[in-house]
């Protein structure tokens, strides 16, 4: 997994004083992405599609950093590439023209942006058309952690992952027919249709994996460019839901939760600890769960211990 946090100290030494008096240091964190327009494989039997990525991969690598750290951000447009594309930041606070403005094929471009708002942000590219940019794969996640850390309401998870939801067109649809939906076929999870679901398609291989009575933290963002998701884990119940993953924006025993096109939640879920389980989490509008939106949990005593954990938040 990609974690592009690093832990230089250097060049910023601003003590931040959370709340409860403990002191947390400010980080300049470097993130450097590259867009890559390529042939990538959009489902679990290999089939491929063109699309357009930060990085090579859909969703792009996840950015990690905690709050009040500074975001280092280098975007560069390769030159073999054939369009203008540009980095929109949700966690940033900044100038939509400036900051956000798009660069041609060989171009780089440089800002900055205190990340000062904890939380599960998407971050996506805003050059013209924004449909097709968004819905050929420019999209990923940063994830802002609390400076406060941990608390009662907002445990230490066992586990953590990244689902990103997205969409999948025909090949060849248009900007325009984009942006209406038509020709639309399905919902890309981590950027394929059905990637963790063995269920529905007997060529996934993989599944999200926990161990009986492990509490899973899924930091979900809903890339598609028109519809909402309708987040439910079919035979269980969200233990605790942070709308936006800000701890502060707590509601509890939720059972689906809507989550708007770019916004993203954080929510837990606590399997059963006496028995090995599984959980379909699904985006319960059933076009969007019968065409892709569909994410198996499993969890037994032989689960995987690195999945999950240290980083390793998108399973591929
Ligand atoms: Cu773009």
Not at 86 to 110: N, Q, W
Request: net charge negative.
């Amino acid at each position: 997994m990609r974690h592009l946090r690093t832990l230089a100290f250097a060049g910023l030494f601003t003590a931040i004083a959370g709340v409860s008096g403990s002191v947390a240091w400010a980080d300049t964190v470097p993130v450097k992405l590259t867009v890559v327009e390529k042939e990538l494989v959009i489902d679990n039997k290999g089939t491929t599609q063109k699309m357009w990525t930060y990085g090579g991969t859909v969703p792009g690598p996840v950015v990690r950093v905690k709050e009040g750290d500074v975001v280092d951000f280098t975007l560069t447009n390769d030159p073999k590439n054939q369009n203008s594309h540009s980095m929109d930041f949700h966690a940033a606070v900044v100038d939509v023209l400036d900051e956000f403005g798009e660069i041609k094929p060989g171009e780089s471009k440089h800002f900055t942006f205190s990340a000062d708002h904890p939380g599960v942000f998407i971050y996506h590219c805003g050059a013209s058309s924004m449909a097709e940019h968004i819905s050929r794969g420019m999209y990923g996640v940063i994830i802002v952690d609390p400076k406060e850390g941990y608390s009662k309401a907002f445990p230490k998870p066992d586990r953590e992952y990244v689902l990103v939801h997205g969409d999948l067109f025909e090949a060849g649809t248009s900007a325009e027919d984009r942006a209406m939906n038509n020709h639309w076929t399905g919902v890309l999870v981590n950027g394929k249709v059905f990637h963790y679901d063995p269920v529905h398609d007997p060529n996934a291989g993989l599944t999200l994996e926990a161990a009986p009575g492990e509490r899973v933290r899924l930091y979900f963002v809903n890339a598609m460019i028109n519809e909402a998701a309708a987040l439910h884990p079919i035979a269980g119940i969200w233990d605790r839901v942070w709308d936006n993953g800000n701890p502060k924006n707590i509601r509890y025993g939720m059972q689906t939760v809507e989550v708007p096109p770019a916004h993203g939640l954080t929510v837990d879920i606590v399997p059963p600890a006496d028995r090995a389980t599984n959980n379909a989490i699904v985006d319960h509008r059933m076009k969007h769960a019968l065409n892709g939106g569909i994410t198996v949990l499993m969890t037994s005593k032989s689960a995987d211990p690195a999945k999950g954990r240290d980083g390793n938040l998108v399973i591929r």
